[in-house]
Each structure stands twice: as structure tokens, then as C-alpha cells.
């Protein structure tokens, strides 16, 4: 039974669009939602992240909503750069002492120029 | 150092035979994780040290598996009897206190042939 779904493997978008990566969860019992990128041979790298008492986050050209009553969590990259092309994973942190991650299974993003 | 370093890079070996991965966090981070990482999927936890312990052993898959982190700095991970469905890329990652924004390595990517 998978935590934390995204049902889209892959999207592509024109550079300077609005690109939009969706995630859903089941568990109610986490304290912080968080996207990573990653690149080709790289680990994630941090991006950004959500407390569950927000609803909105927003950094420069990134920006994580949290639909806590639709158990969904969408992030908004605007303008979209071809630089921004990676797989992006959603992940939910538990909110026992272990601050363990669970990921979602990824979405290839690619920016077209 | 600079960042979380995981050595090999790349490992192949035999089915059946041992293999030990290494990972040498960011200089004074308390908090050490493995996550493991399939294809097509996202990475999923393995274990969690604070400092020297195990604090966190629940997402080892079973007793091949096995992790140390002796001095409290680098750890290793262990792996007995390696079966083909081992194959994976094995990520660490470090943070100064078990927080969300920890910092992935590259990863060890283990083929077991």
C-alpha cells in the first residue's frame, strides 16, 4: 500500500510555462510534506517543503500547496526553465523520532526550449 | 567534507557473495540514513543512525542486511548473500540533527549479477 502517490511518470512543458507535479498521500500522521529533484547520477537534492499547519509555501520560482481535505500536495515551478528538467519526488516526513522520509515513485519533468 | 560521499560508485558482483558500501556524511552530522532505491521508484528507508546507534533499523528488508556507523561519522552498509533483487541504487544521506532538509550522496548503484 503506497503512502504517497504520483500518477504521472512524466511531463513536459515549454520553457517559460507554468509546470505543475502532483502528489497524493493516505497518511494523516506527518508533520512536513517536501519535493527533492534529482538529477541523472546525483541523489536528491532538497527543494522545498510544507508544514502540515500551511496550506502555501513559496520560494523564488517554486511554490508547494497542501490540500489537506483532498490529501494533496501539488508543486508549482513558474516561470519553467530547461534546467529544471529532473525527476521530482514528493515525500511526506513521519512525525516519530526517526524523521524518516517516504518518497513517492517520481515525475520526469522536461522543459522544452 | 564538502558533501555526503558514497563510495564505489558502481558495484557489481556475484550472486550470493558479501558486499559492504560506504558512507562518509557531512563533517559533524549527527543524523546518518540509508535509503535504498529501485528502478522506477522512489528511494525507500532502510535505517537511521543517531550518532553511534541504530536508532532506526525498521526498513531493513531482512537479517542480510546490516549497518554500523562505529565512531559516528562513517557508516557501513552490509549486505550478506546477495540476491539479484538487492540490485539497486543505495543512497545516503546526512543532516546536523535528523530535520527534513537532509543532504543526499550520489549513491552506490549495486548490480547483483
Known amino acids: 500500500d503506497q503512502q504517497v502517490k504520483q500518477n504521472s511518470p512524466s511531463l513536459s512543458v515549454q520553457e517559460g510555462r507554468i509546470s505543475i507535479l502532483n502528489c497524493d498521500y493516505t497518511?494523516?500522521?506527518?508533520?512536513?510534506f517536501l519535493w527533492y529533484k534529482k538529477y541523472p547520477a546525483e541523489g536528491p537534492t532538497f527543494l522545498i517543503s510544507?508544514?502540515?499547519?500551511?496550506d502555501k509555501n513559496e520560494d523564488g520560482r517554486f511554490t508547494v500547496f497542501l490540500n489537506k481535505s483532498a490529501k494533496h500536495l501539488s508543486l508549482h515551478i513558474v516561470p519553467s526553465q530547461p534546467g529544471d528538467s529532473a525527476v521530482y519526488f514528493c515525500?511526506?516526513?513521519?512525525?516519530?523520532?526517526?524523521?524518516?522520509?517516504?518518497f513517492g515513485s517520481g515525475t520526469q519533468l522536461t522543459v522544452l526550449p | 567534507g564538502a558533501g555526503v560521499s558514497q563510495t564505489p560508485s558502481n558495484k557489481v558482483t556475484e550472486k550470493g557473495k558479501y558486499v559492504e558500501l560506504r558512507c562518509d556524511p557531512i563533517?559533524?552530522?549527527?543524523?546518518l540514513y540509508w535509503y535504498r532505491q529501485s528502478l522506477g521508484q522512489g528511494p525507500e528507508f532502510l535505517i537511521y543512525?543517531?550518532?553511534?546507534?541504530?536508532?532506526?533499523d525498521s526498513g531493513l528488508p531482512n537479517d542480510r542486511f546490516f549497518a554500523v556507523r562505529p565512531e559516528g561519522s562513517v557508516s557501513t552498509l552490509k549486505i550478506q548473500r546477495t540476491e539479484r533483487g538487492d540490485s539497486a541504487v543505495y543512497l545516503c544521506?546526512?543532516?546536523?540533527?535528523?530535520?527534513?532538509?537532509?543532504?543526499f550522496g550520489s549513491g552506490t548503484r549495486l548490480t547483483v549479477v
Open positions: 515525500a511526506i516526513r513521519g512525525s516519530g523520532s526517526a524523521r524518516q522520509l517516504t
Open positions: 497518511n494523516s500522521m506527518f508533520d512536513y
Open positions: 510544507i508544514s502540515s499547519i500551511k
Open positions: 563533517s559533524g552530522h549527527t543524523a
Open positions: 543512525f543517531q550518532g553511534t546507534g541504530a536508532a532506526d
Open positions: 544521506a546526512s543532516s546536523p540533527d535528523g530535520n527534513y532538509g537532509y543532504t
